[in-house]
């Protein structure tokens, strides 16, 4: 069967149902077209790519845009000014590095000010931002650098080290604004086609090999009506089950940005939607501190916050936080899996403003990050579940031959939208892999539906979800292997309190060794990133088990 948003489970509250029928409805902003003979909807008031929704920061040129606070630096960038940084720096790619329009310009730094006015000014220049994982190290950046071939990598200090020599490189600070200052901006940004891609984004493969994502410019676009049409449904479903007909105007708001922006949620989420609502973005800084943050929600009233379970878990389990007014948060909403129902309840019991709207959802990077939700009372009612297809999004369930089960039972997760990626960059092997002719990706993972909602079995059966991260076992153990006091490896996800899971190696040693965890701990970091590095160790002195063709059944590891 296929599951959209046009089908109501039998027990959806009248209210969400009055608030879906009268937001989609004809003439309202978010009535949907269907494009022909694709058998896809989209939304008819659209905007027709990033660089329109950039202009339309002029629309607030007084506002704050971004807020930089991490306790011993504040910095701030209003709308104006973003607007002309952008144009400048757009101006700068092109006068001083050639820029034309799909080139390709990598940026590599954690979460500021500066970063945005590169990805902005990318898209302004009619570039493709490419956003590198700031968390990589040397080997895994160089790859990446190989396969899109940048014309310019944007890199800050602390990253700097880490690039190859012969990368054509810029800083990513303060200096940079000077820079672009006295540069002639473009007269306005580039006007890109709807299907054009705007940037690539970097997921881990089965392989453990990063693959770079294609965002469009539809796709991005696509999900910014989403997101404001979930944040309609629940201010008007809020408002008939109190008896009011239509609920207030919003007013701009704040929105705490806890998600690094080269992950799909952070960008996404912060940088593009934050703008075309006219919204005023947090930034507390590349380290997340409960107190700190709790500190930015008091000063700055925040509003919104999109969260991981980890950093969730972490500022609910701070000591002194009921000390904290944290009253102004009446939006939180994170996603990937479902998360414990004790930490839900949790959630609503220490922030109660944001109990009704308290939510999870179900997406990944090849899909926008968003496919379905769970919000508010459907999330009370049904903890378990990740929710409905948000507009626009088709999902079915099929068996491993790709045929389409019955309702209940459990298969692979298929996902159809315009938000699905149109491939990985310059990999399309990869890409017949999980994307269908007819436009269907395969997302590798497990679940079922059942009376309308999705249920998430397992996240791509060995993937590793780590705080957050996506770690694939894979990558790891062939590392392992490469290690002369190693036979045979494999690595498996272990349950942790703090980060969901965590990286556990079982490792049998090579005839005539001694284990050395710390050497091989060693040997892990010196080309995986930190957080793929196993914390858990066994060594064992019998094979690892294996089926009949080898493989090994972690299952009984």
Same mark, same amino acid.
């Given at each position: 069967?296929?599951?959209?948003?046009?089908q109501?489970?039998?027990?959806?509250?009248? /209210?969400?149902? &009055?608030? &879906?029928?009268?937001?989609?409805?004809?003439?309202?902003? #978010?009535?949907l077209?269907?494009?022909a003979g694709?058998?896809?909807?989209? %939304?008819?008031?659209?905007?027709p790519?990033?660089?329109?929704?950039?202009?339309q920061?002029q629309?607030?040129?007084e506002r704050?845009?971004?807020?930089?606070?991490?306790?011993?630096? /504040?910095?701030?960038?209003? #709308?104006?000014?973003?607007?002309?940084r952008?144009?400048?720096?757009a101006?700068?790619l092109?006068?001083? /590095?050639?820029?034309? $329009?799909?080139?390709?310009?990598?940026?590599?730094?954690?979460?500021?000010?500066?970063?945005?006015?590169?990805f902005?000014g990318?898209?302004?220049?009619?570039?493709?931002?490419?956003?590198?994982?700031?968390?990589?190290?040397?080997?895994e950046?160089?790859?990446?650098?190989?396969?899109?071939?940048?014309r310019?990598?944007?890199?800050?200090?602390?990253?700097?080290e880490?690039? @190859?020599?012969?990368?054509?490189?810029? +800083?990513?600070?303060?200096?940079?604004?000077?820079?672009?200052?006295?540069t002639e901006p473009?007269?306005?940004? /580039?006007?890109?086609?709807?299907?054009d891609?705007?940037a690539?984004? *970097?997921?881990?493969?089965?392989?453990?090999?990063a693959?770079?994502v294609? !965002?469009?410019?539809?796709?991005?676009?696509?999900?910014?009506?989403?997101?404001f *049409?979930?944040?309609?449904?629940?201010?008007?479903?809020?408002?008939?089950?109190?008896?009011?007909?239509? @609920?207030?105007?919003?007013?701009?708001?704040?929105?705490?940005?806890?998600?690094?922006? %080269?992950?799909v949620?952070?960008?996404?989420?912060?940088?593009?939607?934050?703008?075309?609502?006219?919204?005023?973005?947090?930034l507390?800084?590349?380290?997340f501190?409960?107190?700190?943050?709790?500190?930015l929600i008091e000063?700055?009233?925040?509003?919104?916050?999109?969260?991981?379970e980890?950093?969730?878990?972490?500022l609910?389990?701070?000591?002194?936080?009921?000390k904290?007014?944290?009253?102004?948060?009446?939006?939180?909403?994170g996603?990937?899996?479902?998360?414990?129902?004790?930490?839900?309840?949790?959630?609503?019991?220490?922030?109660?403003s944001?109990a009704?709207?308290?939510?999870?959802g179900?997406?990944?990077?090849?899909?926008?990050?968003?496919?379905?939700?769970?919000?508010? =009372?459907?999330?009370?009612?049904?903890p378990?579940s990740?929710?409905?297809p948000? +507009?626009?999004?088709?999902?079915?369930?099929?068996?491993?031959?790709?045929?389409p089960?019955?309702?209940?039972?459990e298969?692979?997760?298929?996902?159809?939208?315009?938000?699905?990626? $149109?491939?990985?960059?310059?990999?399309?092997?990869?890409?017949?892999?999980?994307?269908?002719?007819?436009?269907?990706?395969r997302?590798?993972?497990?679940?079922?539906?059942?009376?309308?909602?999705?249920?998430?079995?397992?996240?791509?059966r060995?993937?590793i979800?780590?705080?957050?991260?996506n770690v694939? +076992?894979?990558?790891?153990?062939?590392?392992?292997?490469?290690?002369p006091?190693?036979? &045979?490896?494999?690595?498996?996800?272990v349950?942790?309190?703090? %980060?969901? !899971?965590?990286?556990?190696?079982?490792?049998?040693?090579?005839?005539?060794?001694? =284990?050395?965890?710390?050497?091989?701990?060693?040997?892990?970091?010196?080309t995986?990133a930190? #957080?793929?590095v +196993?914390?858990?160790?066994?060594?064992?002195?019998? $094979?690892?088990?294996r089926?009949?063709?080898?493989?090994v059944?972690?299952?009984?590891?």
């Amino acid at each position: 069967m296929t599951l959209d948003w046009r089908q109501w489970p039998a027990d959806l509250s009248p /209210h969400w149902r &009055e608030a &879906e029928t009268r937001l989609l409805s004809p003439g309202s902003p #978010f009535e949907l077209t269907e494009n022909a003979g694709s058998g896809l909807a989209t %939304f008819r008031n659209i905007a027709p790519n990033l660089g329109a929704l950039l202009a339309q920061a002029q629309t607030f040129a007084e506002r704050s845009y971004i807020i930089y606070d991490d306790g011993a630096h /504040h910095a701030e960038l209003t #709308f104006g000014d973003l607007y002309d940084r952008a144009r400048r720096f757009a101006g700068w790619l092109q006068s001083e /590095h050639g820029l034309q $329009p799909g080139d390709r310009v990598a940026i590599l730094g954690a979460n500021t000010i500066e970063w945005v006015v590169a990805f902005w000014g990318t898209i302004a220049g009619g570039g493709i931002a490419v956003a590198l994982n700031a968390w990589w190290t040397a080997a895994e950046i160089a790859a990446a650098l190989e396969r899109t071939a940048p014309r310019l990598t944007l890199v800050d200090a602390k990253r700097r080290e880490r690039l @190859p020599d012969s990368a054509a490189a810029a +800083p990513l600070d303060e200096s940079l604004l000077d820079t672009i200052r006295n540069t002639e901006p473009v007269a306005s940004p /580039h006007q890109a086609a709807p299907d054009d891609t705007a940037a690539i984004l *970097f997921t881990s493969g089965t392989t453990g090999r990063a693959r770079g994502v294609m !965002q469009t410019h539809r796709n991005m676009t696509t999900l910014v009506m989403c997101n404001f *049409f979930h944040g309609a449904r629940m201010a008007l479903a809020g408002a008939l089950a109190a008896g009011v007909d239509q @609920p207030p105007a919003p007013e701009p708001a704040a929105v705490l940005v806890t998600s690094p922006m %080269f992950h799909v949620s952070g960008l996404h989420n912060a940088v593009l939607t934050v703008l075309a609502g006219g919204a005023t973005a947090i930034l507390p800084g590349s380290r997340f501190r409960p107190a700190h943050v709790a500190s930015l929600i008091e000063r700055y009233r925040i509003k919104s916050w999109g969260y991981t379970e980890t950093l969730l878990r972490r500022l609910l389990e701070a000591p002194d936080i009921d000390k904290h007014d944290l009253s102004s948060l009446a939006v939180i909403g994170g996603g990937g899996s479902p998360i414990p129902a004790a930490l839900q309840d949790k959630a609503r019991t220490t922030i109660p403003s944001a109990a009704a709207t308290f939510g999870v959802g179900y997406g990944q990077t090849e899909c926008g990050s968003l496919a379905t939700l769970n919000p508010g =009372p459907e999330l009370a009612a049904h903890p378990d579940s990740v929710g409905r297809p948000v +507009p626009t999004v088709q999902i079915e369930i099929r068996d491993e031959t790709g045929k389409p089960v019955e309702d209940g039972v459990e298969g692979e997760i298929w996902v159809r939208s315009p938000m699905v990626m $149109p491939g990985y960059w310059n990999d399309p092997e990869e890409t017949a892999a999980v994307l269908s002719e007819d436009g269907w990706l395969r997302t590798g993972d497990w679940g079922a539906i059942r009376g309308g909602r999705l249920y998430i079995a397992s996240r791509k059966r060995d993937l590793i979800l780590r705080g957050g991260e996506n770690v694939y +076992p894979a990558e790891i153990e062939a590392r392992l292997l490469e290690h002369p006091q190693v036979a &045979e490896a494999a690595v498996v996800g272990v349950d942790s309190a703090e %980060f969901g !899971q965590e990286v556990k190696a079982v490792i049998v040693l090579a005839p005539g060794q001694q =284990p050395d965890v710390d050497a091989l701990r060693d040997w892990c970091a010196e080309t995986l990133a930190y #957080f793929k590095v +196993p914390t858990h160790w066994e060594i064992r002195n019998e $094979p690892l088990p294996r089926n009949a063709v080898g493989k090994v059944l972690k299952h009984e590891l």
